[in-house]
């Protein structure tokens, strides 16, 4: 499996100031409150939009540092995603993870698997890939709709026509929502649209 390290972005107020992998936000994010700035600084994980904080004691280097060990910790945890097979493999049985177990159906259901191409054992697993798929794709719009809620609510929350924009998102009206956004300041407009790509049904 491939780690990909985490991204996140940075705002100060509804401008954006750098986004990107951790490291580099954080620094970014260093050098503006080192000039004082009066608008609040907010950092969004790229994927969740939970807010992200930074330890930004010490020198650069440190602050790398100290994010380059949580990183390894977290690849550590996220790398052993291979399935383990502990089931000792009976002679001639192929090494395709199949479990015997019984089902119970009604007649006209067998006789529907039955004529079925390949038979009900395929019939069955076609039709259990597609209810996973289906709810695979309403798991990930809902995580989407979460995240573009989250960064609007944190960001978004004064500006105008805000609650439109959150009915037409939970609404799954895209058109609508794109309208609203298209408004709002150029930076929060273009990451609210970035998170919502999966956010409504039709892209989901």
């Not at 039709?127 to 960001?155: C, I, P, S």
């Not at 009915?167 to 930076?187: G, H, K, S, T």
Request: overall charge negative.
């Amino acid at each position: 499996m491939t780690v990909h390290p985490p991204t996140c972005t940075a705002f100060e107020g509804h401008r954006r100031i750098a986004s990107g992998a951790l490291p580099d936000v954080a620094l970014a994010v260093r050098e503006v409150l080192a000039r004082g700035e009066q608008a609040p600084v907010l950092v969004f994980d790229d994927v969740t939009s939970r807010p992200v904080e930074f330890d930004l004691r010490g020198t650069p280097d440190e602050i790398v540092a100290r994010l380059a060990s949580q990183d390894d910790g977290a690849q550590t945890a996220y790398a052993t995603d291979d399935p383990i097979e502990d089931t000792p493999r009976g002679r001639g049985r192929p090494k395709l993870g199949v479990v015997a177990r019984e089902i119970t159906l009604l007649p006209r259901h067998w006789d529907w698997l039955n004529g079925q191409s390949g038979g009900a054992s395929v019939a069955l697993r076609k039709l259990v890939d597609a209810a996973r798929a289906a709810g695979e794709n309403k798991d990930r719009q809902r995580a989407a709709q979460e995240a573009v809620y989250r960064f609007m609510t944190a960001l978004a929350g004064n500006l105008p026509r805000y609650e439109d924009a959150t009915r037409a998102l939970y609404a799954d009206d895209r058109p609508r929502f794109d309208e609203i956004v298209a408004a709002w300041p150029q930076d929060v407009r273009d990451y609210i649209l970035r998170l919502s790509n999966t956010a409504f049904a039709t892209h989901a």
